[in-house]
């Protein structure tokens, strides 16, 4: 039979849902599509460490949760244009977290355990950073951004245009950093080692 998911395809749809909270024994809705324009905004999304690696998070349309609050042990997905946008994201396991939509994921708090992708012009411009792979590729993608390893292995592999510009990479004591760098894409990065 076919997966059961959650479709949030109006505009403003499943706004404000504070409730989406998933257990051990049940995979429903662990698929949430959120593709309408502001769908999903101020969402709050948990998944039960458990469950980890089945379903996912699509914040497809334009300004989807944006300011949501999401704990998830799934793929996130952050295509829309602004969406993810000022969000609270902590993500379990190896999972990966793609702000690919423009301003996707702006001046939002992400901490993974994975890989972050940052794909669209300004994708995580003045967010808070905290991974153990980070890919920027996007125009000013992480453009005064903080990217801090915390008690992580961190490497920030940076390859669009000015991507890194006035950005700071924080590396800490206890925590091996690897910076990888093409063409303009560090210019006016900061890296500060604590180690």
């Given at each position: 039979?076919?997966?059961?998911?959650?479709?949030?395809?109006?505009?403003l749809?499943?706004?404000?849902?504070?409730?989406?909270?998933?257990?051990?024994?049940?995979?429903?809705?662990?698929?949430?599509?959120?593709?309408?324009?502001?769908a999903?905004?101020?969402?709050?999304?948990?998944?039960?460490?458990?469950?980890?690696?089945?379903?996912?998070?699509?914040?497809f349309?334009?300004?989807?949760?944006?300011?949501?609050?999401?704990?998830?042990?799934?793929?996130?997905?952050?295509?829309?244009?602004?969406?993810?946008?000022?969000?609270?994201?902590?993500?379990?396991?190896?999972?990966?977290?793609?702000?690919?939509?423009?301003?996707?994921?702006?001046?939002?708090?992400?901490?993974?355990?994975?890989?972050?992708?940052?794909?669209?012009?300004?994708?995580?411009?003045?967010?808070?950073?905290?991974?153990?792979?980070?890919?920027?590729?996007?125009?000013?993608?992480?453009a005064?951004?903080?990217?801090?390893?915390?008690?992580k292995?961190?490497?920030?592999?940076?390859?669009?245009?000015?991507?890194?510009?006035?950005?700071?990479?924080?590396?800490?004591?206890?925590?091996?950093?690897?910076?990888?760098?093409?063409?303009?894409?560090?210019?006016?990065?900061?890296?500060?080692?604590?180690?």
């Amino acid at each position: 039979g076919e997966t059961p998911k959650l479709n949030c395809d109006g505009k403003l749809s499943c706004k404000n849902a504070r409730e989406l909270t998933f257990i051990a024994q049940s995979v429903h809705n662990r698929f949430i599509d959120c593709t309408g324009d502001a769908a999903c905004t101020r969402i709050k999304y948990e998944s039960d460490v458990q469950l980890e690696g089945i379903g996912y998070l699509n914040c497809f349309g334009h300004r989807s949760c944006r300011l949501a609050k999401l704990t998830v042990g799934t793929e996130l997905y952050c295509h829309g244009t602004s969406s993810c946008k000022l969000a609270d994201i902590i993500s379990r396991g190896d999972k990966e977290i793609q702000c690919y939509g423009w301003n996707s994921c702006r001046k939002s708090n992400i901490e993974s355990d994975g890989t972050i992708v940052f794909d669209g012009k300004n994708a995580g411009t003045e967010a808070t950073i905290s991974a153990v792979t980070v890919i920027v590729n996007g125009y000013y993608g992480i453009a005064y951004a903080t990217i801090d390893s915390q008690d992580k292995d961190t490497e920030l592999s940076v390859y669009g245009h000015s991507a890194g510009n006035g950005a700071t990479f924080i590396c800490r004591d206890g925590s091996n950093c690897k910076l990888n760098c093409v063409g303009t894409s560090c210019r006016d990065m900061n890296y500060i080692c604590l180690t």
